[in-house]
């Protein structure tokens, strides 16, 4: 089991905006690190919206999210045969 940290920037407070970023970014880390596990989106914890500033100077709401991992059972030989 392995726990993966993402965050988003928003231009407005909306959680579900927010959720779905965070889920994909988190999808797309897990992705890259190789690993045979999947996103346990039991454990998905997210915090936020937090005040930031933008790169032009502009108020964002930054949320940040963590989700565990788990890692997929083997299937048995004789379910794969078939």
């Known amino acids: 089991m392995h726990r993966y940290k993402a965050s988003t920037a928003q231009p407005r407070v909306h959680l579900d905006l ?9 999808r797309q880390k897990i992705r890259q690190d190789g690993a045979d596990e999947l996103p346990d989106w039991s454990t998905l914890r997210i915090w936020g919206p ?8 502009e108020i964002c709401y930054e949320y940040r999210g963590l989700v565990d991992t788990l ?11 078939g």
């Open 18 to 26: 927010a959720t779905s970023a965070l889920r994909s970014e988190l």
């Open 71 to 81: 890692t997929p059972l083997a299937m048995p030989t004789r379910a794969l045969a």
């Open 50 to 57: 937090f005040e930031v500033f933008g790169q032009k100077g």
